[in-house]
């Protein structure tokens, strides 16, 4: 008897208009991913702030999260995660996880990491006495130890602002990475490894890097090396050629991406998977996300405002608490949860009314609507461009 597919991907409706498409993907054990997504980021196997009770509640219905590889690796690491029999058991979440691969650390640890052909080696960020070294083997032994549903290959990463030979270089490893990745994959029959199209800001790379990997047996793919620094009129032309560049009947997922502009018009150029720690990372600076953008409850004028952070919104800070209590908690640690709470339900919920609007074939006018909120004068020239690529006019 043949064992089912630990991920399943379905497309359910598609705009008529723009690449936006509805799709459901089963991972194993029948865990559903409603697509479009957005992947709130628990590093180390926790949201900051947030229970994964709460995460689970009907208002919030968080259906994936993300993991990080180098971060588990160090605490609470693999033996630890082995005996639990990994992540799910240890953080006692029964629904999807994905974890990176540890290659962003390139970018964001640049300083303590050393990259060649073998792997990325890396001095300890607690204690600089001690290396390791991260190769694309050991980045699958440990995601197959952290035991989530989706893992992603190691990929050379440089920052999108990188020139030169440089870019063509890291996206050629990258190609020989995803076969290493894949050979030392021992969970294949239920986890999935997503390769991840590079080459920077260069079309014709990031063609040749898609050619490549989709030539490889897989079940999904990432577009990688993004949201670094880049132009928002580059990264848009970068992602619209990827989404072409992909197959159809397969999930693409757009790493490190997560402003609600970016989320809307990235599901119209045709990505179905979004991640970023900006919802739980802004809250800890009183930061909560509105459809007009973003509200600094450390500011004065919050002192006596009863409202809540957002009439509309049906989070459980929202139905319980208002702007005047939360500023005046501001430096405690429940502001960061209250607030975290919030942010989180927030992008969720911009997800459910885009996977709506896209069920309707309403989605051109759902993001005329959204974006005269967010921007009732002057649209960003680069919003207007990449939604009028797609036929969406604002």
Avoid at 119 to 138: A, H, I, R, Y
Avoid at 237 to 260: C, H, Q, W
């Amino acid at each position: 008897m043949t064992k089912p597919s630990p991920l399943t991907y379905k497309v359910l409706s598609k705009c008529s208009s723009s690449k936006a498409r509805r799709g459901l993907m089963i991972l194993r054990q029948n865990k559903p991913v409603e697509l479009p997504v957005f992947m709130p980021v628990g590093t180390q196997g926790t949201l900051k702030g947030i229970l994964v009770d709460q995460l689970k509640q009907d208002n919030m219905n968080c259906q994936i999260m993300l993991g990080n590889t180098y971060h588990l690796g160090l605490r609470p690491g693999p033996e630890i995660l082995k005996k639990v029999n990994g992540l799910h058991n240890f953080m006692n979440w029964d629904r999807a996880l994905l974890t990176d691969s540890g290659g962003f650390q390139m970018v964001s640890l640049l300083e303590l990491a050393e990259i060649t052909e073998e792997g990325v080696k890396f001095q300890s960020p607690f204690d600089s006495t001690k290396e390791s070294m991260l190769t694309p083997e050991e980045s699958i032994k440990l995601q197959n130890v952290i035991g989530a549903d989706i893992i992603m290959q190691l990929d050379d990463v440089v920052k999108t602002t990188t020139t030169g030979p440089r870019v063509e270089e890291a996206m050629l490893r990258t190609i020989r990475w995803i076969d290493r990745c894949l050979e030392a994959n021992e969970r294949n029959e239920d986890q999935s490894i997503f390769p991840i199209v590079q080459g920077g800001l260069q079309p014709e790379l990031r063609k040749q890097c898609a050619e490549a990997l989709t030539k490889r047996d897989v079940r999904g793919f990432a577009v990688g090396g993004l949201s670094g620094g880049e132009s928002k009129d580059e990264f848009w032309k970068i992602v619209s050629l990827s989404t072409d560049l992909l197959p159809e009947n397969k999930p693409r997922y757009l790493m490190g991406v997560g402003f609600a502009s970016d989320l809307i018009v990235c599901v119209a150029l045709g990505i179905d998977m979004f991640d970023c720690v900006f919802p739980t990372r802004t809250a800890r600076f009183g930061c909560a996300l509105v459809r007009k953008g973003q509200l600094n409850l450390r500011q004065q004028k919050y002192e006596c405002d009863l409202e809540p952070i957002d009439k509309r919104c049906k989070c459980s800070t929202c139905k319980t608490y208002t702007r005047a209590y939360i500023h005046s908690i501001i430096n405690e640690p429940l502001m960061c949860s209250l607030v975290s709470i919030h942010n989180v339900y927030f992008q969720l919920q911009l997800m459910r009314d885009i996977r709506e609007a896209i069920d309707q074939d309403k989605y051109p006018e759902f993001v005329k609507t959204y974006m005269d909120e967010l921007y009732p004068e002057n649209k960003p020239q680069w919003i207007v461009d990449a939604l009028n690529s797609v036929n969406i006019k604002l």
